[in-house]
């Protein structure tokens, strides 16, 4: 008797055990999934960095490291990664697992990094989040410089061409392609001026107030001290509004007529395939921290210009500056 019904329980098993695993393991599978998007984050969080510690773009991600703490509740841990002129930290940026615990701050030089030759890797690698920082362009000359705008100025390069030198960054970097964008857009040849690499816009500006250039594209404030010393002159913003420091200063529109809004960025990103519903989590909470006055405080006291961009627009936006770079790059001669 105790055979026959042992044998009847395990023909029942043995019948319903296929349907009984598949049905376990959705289960399963979709109870792990909810509790896991539910409770993230679960452990320790690494924001990636691709410039060195000190820098403007290792500064904006410590403060939203240490402000996105006490929204997460988890310790939000940066990490520089250095090196490849970007290519080294964009890239662990990309290739890292998409689950929400690896994130980075990644920069304009996504967008020319593949222009110059460096890597494969574009902005379409990333799940994008927000952009909450561009600091735009300018174009400074010597306190007595002859012009008296940069209208005068391009005039001067066309009537001379290959004579007038600039500076402000390296060769095709951030603020030399924001330029050629500019006079490619007013019809001068970005390829007639003679552009002499610097480390830095500290270096260059010197140069100019030396009279060792004739001019220099990089930001407002990192020309600031010359300004207000008197020594150093600005002409053009490259931004759709006047800058609150700089009042005088007229924007791309006023001065020529074009709607060029060049400079660098940062922005926050995450590898390609994030979760939609970690992405979303990221992305409130960002936008939470830059409506914030500690942190309009923050930026406000380095110096660097505030704009926010959701994740969509901030995709939209990195596509439409990767075309303006390609070009500009083209112009130059520097595009492989």
Not at 59 to 69: F, K
Not at 82 to 100: E, K
Not at 104 to 132: R, S
Request: glycine letters at 10%.
């Amino acid at each position: 008797m105790l055979r026959q019904v042992v044998r009847q329980v395990l023909r029942y098993v043995f019948r319903h055990v296929r349907n009984f695993a598949l049905f376990a393991t959705a289960a399963a599978s979709l109870l792990g999934a909810g509790n896991a998007r539910a409770d993230f984050p679960e452990r320790p969080i690494t924001l990636i960095v691709p410039w060195a510690a000190g820098g403007g773009t290792d500064a904006v991600a410590r403060q939203i490291a240490h402000m996105l703490e006490r929204d997460f509740k988890q310790p939000v841990n940066v990490v520089n990664r250095t090196g490849g002129s970007g290519v080294v930290g964009h890239q662990a940026i990309a290739t890292a697992a998409p689950d929400g615990y690896t994130f980075g701050l990644i920069t304009l030089e996504i967008n020319l990094m593949h222009w110059a030759g460096l890597t494969d890797l574009t902005f379409e690698k990333y799940t994008p989040l927000a952009l909450v920082n561009q600091d735009p362009a300018a174009i400074h000359v010597k306190a007595d410089a002859p012009y008296k705008n940069v209208k005068e100025l391009f005039a001067h390069i066309k009537a001379n061409p290959n004579k007038v030198v600039a500076s402000g960054t390296g060769q095709g970097g951030s603020w030399h392609v924001a330029l050629a964008g500019l006079m490619q857009a007013d019809g001068v040849s970005p390829g007639s001026i003679r552009w002499v690499p610097s480390t830095g816009a500290a270096t260059a500006l010197t140069d100019l107030a030396a009279g060792g250039v004739d001019f220099v594209a990089c930001s407002m404030p990192e020309a600031e001290a010359l300004i207000k010393a008197g020594r150093v002159r600005s002409l053009v913003f490259f931004s759709p509004k006047r800058a609150p420091n700089f009042p005088d200063v007229p924007t791309t529109e006023e001065a020529t007529g074009h709607k060029v809004h060049k400079g660098v960025w940062r922005g926050f990103a995450a590898p390609q395939g994030l979760p939609k519903e970690i992405a979303t989590q990221y992305e409130t909470a960002i936008k939470k921290i830059w409506d914030s006055a500690e942190f309009k405080e923050f930026m406000n006291r380095r110096g660097f210009d505030m704009i926010y961009l959701d994740s969509a627009k901030f995709g939209e936006f990195m596509k439409a500056d990767n075309e303006d770079n390609g070009k500009a790059l083209k112009s130059l001669g520097l595009a492989k």
